[in-house]
């Protein structure tokens, strides 16, 4: 204890004095921005998206790990990637980080972020245009889907990043629980869903798993979507507010309280929390969930039997390309061709089926796989992308076009929507008044 | 609560000597015979630099800097002086008034549950009852633990598919599938109900204040009939003044900045039921709003200030009757 | 004798009530986190039966816990020490010497307890980010350190001023120096005082929730707390594994208690109103 004690105050000292030194350090290095040279010729481009540590829970981390070091491995001697891994705890910090870089000329060569933060963070001139690029190289151009550069680019044609992945957000739904409560397919109308309800509830499962954020929104959104009108809404109208001036939004969010108020999802639907949509799912309690294709993994860990992955009723799907994008703060030419050479690198058909492979989020580019290739994809989520075509409707998930605020605020209200304590009209003004708050 | 920090009760920190008559006869001394420390000055500044640069950078600064930047428009781009607006704004936020009555709301709370269950558990195990040290031990256990760690607890408690308490309302033939924590009218109780229990703080306390009390106060009363019941309430507790009012203080310290528990359990929700005051402040400095985030903060420590105050004139701490 | 039964009555039903309402449901996370994800679900017994570590066998694999008991067990170790090496020297001369503005610089790191310090968080995070002490290991242990010296140093002054008068003489009759003397007379002397003083620091840092929040936010500096609480926000869903996060948050400040209830108990009551 005598010495132990000793030991430590002395340890603590330096730490203490450590720590003043290094605040001295640290306050008086700036940001410094690309750097190009170091060994002859090589040109080395920072990269604050490049993680260098990847937790082995988090796949899409281990896939930008893997792939920027496939970068460099290729391009050895020409380009290199150095990682400043910058990591937002939280939406608001990650934009905020990102504009406040734009705002100083301060951003990195490559970063990644939602595309909405992209495109306000081009407002300040600073991000690179990559418009000239994919008119000088018309094959990359057109490897890509239409519309692929949708969200990231101006009216004046600029573009300030790649899309990295197009995403068919559908709905799981456990088959034995429908054969046990005597329904043979799943529903292609709302009226049938709300029919379907009733019979899984009769037979003592809980017909819809929510969350009251994510899973929740995933509903409205099909609600909204499915509706004539409905895609236009949630392109471009939705960053508006309003909402409770928009007959289809007024329908799609009675209905969607409907649903609660008729039992027909689980009492712990309100949390915000993922966790109470998911486990009543893949428990085998809940009969149905909405969800993106990198659930499938999550099933198959758990071993939730007999799963099928459909549309939404109505006939429609979420998709979204673009709603992360990878953009670039490079303004010498140099660095430039190393940051245009690594946007090629990471949209080819290699790296994109890889990184589907991997993370189960798909490609935004023309790319059909082979038969020996589908055989590596999960099959559920395959086969509700190859089927996109044949829906009806299509538009983008609420969350591509709204800000944090607007989910936050959708955590909060939504169950007192759900109680009564708010009429439908208070419930989406508070939202309009969150999102006009952005 | 269970943040396990004691407030300090004196004026000037020099009451804060141990209590034995000899030890403050000993302190007087040698404060007497240090005075001529000449000589020391250089080594006693060196002393002191540690406590003093920590103290300031983390103390001081910010006090500073949370009172101005409270007067300005302040965010990650830029801060410009908009005086009294932030608080002008404040008293018309619907959301800061909910979150100043959800506020209040844990304090009384704590004030008028935690602190009175705490002390009645103190005057009891101070009777020395079969078993008073395991049960100190019972009740002080929940103390150590994290609200962070209570909050996930209690999560699983008010599950509404899992929950403990759902199971047992189910068994005893009630509704069991209720949202304790999403409903309206139950979150803030709810919430509340996590950690109002937790009065191990208070419990010894009160404990060793009532080992304080002289035993001849007890022999005189024990002269004039009373025992058991009636020397708790009539001899024990009103000489208990004084612990009570510094209890009461760290239950309002702890309950005015209440955070970690709603942040993990409802994030403020359901309609800013839960949102209280720290909470309010903390999304507004994540969504960027720094100064109005700092006018919450300042009205959080103000009502520190005022609750530490009014309560130490109220119940004269500092002070005792025997 | 009546009245008596009937008080005695009382006494246990309140001692009852209020030891279930405290310590019931942490028994029962506890006791579940030992259940199946069927067991917990299922309801019915209280007792896991039969005993399962699904639960602590998926929070080891889905997460890198150790990793995250590393960083509490540095923040609470290091930052203990680095609160009661400069309490320690602010304590002594603060208890036992004569200078100028001794009174009130006393009482100014008093009232550092006083200070809801939640009211603080912008100024906190900017100072840290100002620094270069934002997100990084050194960082929360230096700001740990500074926002528990204050608790520290009230413990130790109260201490320190109880040690007889004599102890100055003999050293100065020695030849001592100041520090020697803090070396070899006051730190040996004082050891009740910072094991009082170390284990309420220790507990309470290892407890923090909003500081590591707010100023360490990446996965690699998050502590206990943080990461099984966020742990259970994002994307998990194995309740058995979430009672089991919660009994480890747990189980560091319990053991710590139940071994140094002693100095706990009476770290508390030196600090408060004597």
């Known amino acids: ?357 991997k993370t189960g989020s798909y490609w935004p580019i023309e790319f059909t796989p082979s038969a020996s290739q589908v055989k590596k994809l999960d099959p559920l989520s395959y086969k509700l992308v190859s089927e996109t075509p044949e829906v009806k409707y299509t538009y983008p998930n609420s969350k591509f076009d709204t800000s944090q605020q607007f989910s936050t605020e959708w955590i909060n209200d939504w169950p007192a929507y759900v109680q009564g304590g708010m009429s439908t009209e208070e419930f989406l003004d508070a939202l309009s008044a969150a999102q006009e708050k952005q | 609560m269970s943040e396990l920090s004691p407030m300090a009760a004196a004026d000037d920190g020099l009451q804060l000597s141990p209590p034995s008559a000899a030890a403050r006869r000993g302190r007087r001394r040698v404060l007497a015979l240090e005075r001529p420390t000449r000589g020391m000055g250089v080594p006693i500044a060196i002393s002191l630099l540690p406590a003093l640069v920590l103290f300031s950078i983390f103390f001081l600064v910010p006090l500073g800097v949370v009172i101005v930047t409270s007067l300005s428009d302040w965010g990650p781009i830029g801060l410009s002086f908009t005086w009294l607006a932030n608080f002008s704004d404040l008293f018309s936020d619907p959301a ?73 309302l189910g068994a005893l033939g009630f509704a069991a ?140 701490v500092g002070e005792r009757d025997f | 004798m009546a009245i008596r039964a009937l008080n005695r ?33 299922g309801g019915g017994s209280f007792l896991p039966n039969p005993v399962s570590f699904d639960g602590y066998r998926a929070l080891f694999t889905e997460i890198d816990i150790l990793r995250y008991y590393l960083n509490t067990l540095l923040y609470a170790g290091l930052g203990t020490l680095g609160a009661l090496a400069s309490a320690l020297l602010a304590a002594y001369p603060a208890a036992r010497m004569e200078f100028p503005f001794r009174r009130s610089l006393t009482a100014l790191f008093t009232l550092g307890l006083a200070i809801p310090i939640t009211g603080l968080i912008v100024p906190e995070f900017v100072i840290m980010r100002e620094l270069g002490l934002y997100d990084s290991l050194p960082g929360m242990i230096v700001f740990y350190s500074a926002m528990w010296f204050p608790l520290a140093f009230v413990i130790l002054r109260a201490y320190l001023s109880g040690l007889p008068p004599s102890l100055e003489e003999a050293a100065a009759l020695d030849g001592a120096g100041y520090f020697q003397l803090i070396w070899r007379i006051i730190i040996p002397l004082a050891r009740p005082g910072l094991a009082t003083a170390g284990v309420l620091v220790f507990i309470n840092v290892w407890n923090d929730f909003l500081f590591n929040l707010l100023l360490a936010p990446s996965p690699e500096h998050q502590n206990v707390q943080v990461s099984l609480a966020l742990f259970r926000g994002h994307f998990t869903t194995d309740i058995s594994a979430i009672l089991a996060g919660t009994t480890l948050m747990m189980i560091v400040p319990v053991i710590c208690f139940l071994f140094l209830q002693r100095q706990v108990i009476a770290g508390l009551t030196t600090g408060a109103a004597r």
């Open chain 1, 1 to 357: 204890m005598k010495s132990t004690t000793r030991w430590g105050c002395a340890l603590a000292f330096l730490v203490i004095a450590g720590g003043l030194l290094a605040a001295c350090g640290g306050s008086g290095g700036g940001g410094g921005t690309s750097s190009s040279g170091g060994s002859g010729k090589e040109v080395v481009i920072t990269c604050e998206s490049c993680p260098t540590t990847a937790p082995k829970d988090d796949p899409f981390s281990v896939f930008y790990k893997e792939m920027w070091e496939a970068f460099n491995e290729k391009y050895k001697g020409t380009y290199r990637i150095e990682p400043k891994p910058f990591k937002p705890t939280s939406d608001e910090e990650s934009a905020e980080h990102f504009e406040r870089e734009a705002a100083t000329g301060t951003l990195s060569d490559l970063f990644t972020d939602q595309s909405n933060v992209i495109r306000s963070a081009a407002e300040a001139g600073t991000v690179l245009n990559i418009a000239p690029f994919l008119e000088e190289d018309s094959a990359w151009k057109e490897s890509f889907v239409p519309e692929a550069f949708a969200s990231a680019s101006n009216e004046a044609g600029e573009i300030f990043g790649v899309p990295e992945e197009t995403d068919s957000i559908g709905i799981y739904y456990n088959k034995g629980l429908f054969a046990k409560a005597g329904i043979g397919s799943f529903p292609t109308t709302w009226e049938q869903l709300l029919e379907d309800c009733s019979k899984l509830k009769a037979s003592g499962t809980i017909p819809f798993a929510m969350d009251g954020d994510w899973v929740t929104q995933l509903m409205w959104t099909n609600l909204i979507g499915t509706q004539p009108g409905g895609e236009k809404f949630l392109k471009h109208e939705i960053s508006e507010g309003n909402y409770a001036d928009n007959p289809i939004v007024v329908k799609a969010t009675e209905f969607l309280k409907q649903m609660h108020t008729e039992g027909c999802v689980n009492s712990d639907a309100f949390s915000g929390n993922y966790e109470s949509a998911a486990a009543p799912f893949l428990a085998g309690e809940a009969a149905m969930i909405a969800n993106g294709p990198w659930m499938t993994s999550e099933i198959a860990a758990e071993g939730t039997k007999e799963v099928g992955y459909e549309r939404s009723p109505g006939d429609g799907l979420i998709v979204v390309t673009g709603s992360a994008v990878w953009a670039s703060g490079a303004h010498d030419s140099e660095s430039e061709e190393a940051v245009i050479a690594f946007m090629k690198f990471l949209t080819s058909e290699e790296e994109m089926f890889t990184k589907a492979v």
């Open chain 2, 177 to 316: 599938d209720h949202d304790w924590l999403f409903d309206l009218n139950t979150a803030l109780p709810a919430v509340a109900a996590t950690w109002v229990f937790t009065a191990g703080v208070v419990m010894i306390l009160t404990m060793a204040e009532i080992a304080a009390i002289p035993e001849e106060i007890y022999d005189a009363a024990a002269v004039d009939g009373a025992s058991g019941w009636t020397q708790a309430r009539h001899v024990t507790l009103p000489l208990l003044r004084n612990v009570i009012g510094v209890c009461t203080i760290l239950v309002l310290l702890a309950t005015i900045g209440y955070f970690d528990g709603v942040y993990i359990m409802t994030s403020g929700g359901p309609a800013n039921h839960t949102l209280t005051l720290a909470l309010y402040s903390f999304q507004e400095y994540s969504s960027g709003h720094w100064g109005y985030a700092n006018a919450i903060g300042v009205v959080l420590i103000g009502l520190g200030l005022i609750a530490i105050v009014a309560i130490r004139r109220l119940f004269r």
């Open chain 2, 96 to 168: 800061f008034i909910t979150a100043l009555k959800n506020t209040a709301f844990f304090c009384a709370a704590g004030v008028f549950i935690q602190v009175p269950v705490g002390v009645a558990l103190g005057i009891i195990l101070s009777q020395r009852i079969r078993g008073w040290k395991v049960l100190r031990t019972i009740y002080f256990l929940p103390n150590i633990v994290s609200i962070a760690a209570l909050a996930l607890v209690y999560l699983s408690v008010y599950n509404p598919r899992y929950g403990l308490l759902n199971q047992i």
């Open chain 3, 9 to 41: 009555g009382t006494r246990l039903l309140f001692l009852t009530v209020v030891g279930l309402a405290c310590l019931g449901p942490i028994l029962w996370v506890v006791l579940s986190s030992f259940k199946t994800q069927g067991q917990i679900y």
